[in-house]
């Protein structure tokens, strides 16, 4: 009986053993995901707390590293999934106006396209891509020219933020020597 019992727990241990060996993690990712809210402290902190989300952007965080990013790494001209792995999602919680434009409460994607004095930031429909390898233009929901605004000290990784302004949430991308501003009317 001792010998069945022995041979019963060495088989369940090489099972198990060999069940954990089937799972392969992946390393730590170069690029960290992370994410930013408006208002600032919009989530739930304490059990009292109501938060009041208006905003959030989910995006993976690129670092500098000594390279040169706009007109390098991101080609000025060519859409750009602002930030790395998966394209950027920003999630509306109610209806804002972009540019002039209505955008309905909801999930959407946020590119752009860089250049030298500006960017063209895009909110469009398709969610859950790689990059901006597949990229669709029929799926713009807007387009907003922006100006850059360089900085003189540069920032390490891609980071994304909000200011107000009464009514309006100011998206604030920055990476490297360069920042923008997407203006977001909030009703």
């Not at 500098?64 to 950027?88: C, L």
């Not at 469009?124 to 850059?148: F, T």
């Amino acid at each position: 009986m001792k010998k069945i019992y022995l041979l019963a727990v060495t088989l369940f241990a090489a099972f198990t053993v060999q069940a954990q060996e089937v799972v392969k993690f992946a390393p730590l990712d170069a690029s960290p995901v992370d994410i930013s809210y408006f208002p600032n402290k919009a989530v739930k902190f304490k059990k009292t707390d109501s938060p009041n989300p208006v905003i959030k952007v989910l995006y993976a965080r690129p670092s500098a590293k000594g390279r040169t990013i706009f007109g390098d790494v991101v080609k000025f001209g060519e859409v750009w999934r602002v930030g790395a792995n998966e394209n950027t999602e920003i999630k509306f919680y109610k209806d804002v106006t972009i540019g002039g434009k209505k955008v309905a409460a909801g999930y959407y994607s946020l590119f752009a396209i860089p250049e030298k004095d500006k960017w063209t930031i895009i909110i469009n429909k398709e969610l859950d891509l790689w990059g901006g390898y597949a990229y669709d233009e029929s799926k713009d929901v807007v387009r907003v020219s922006v100006p850059v605004k360089p900085v003189s000290t540069p920032i390490e990784a891609l980071s994304i933020a909000f200011t107000a302004g009464g009514n309006v949430a100011n998206l604030v991308i920055g990476w490297d020597k360069t920042t923008v501003e997407l203006p977001i009317t909030v009703k």
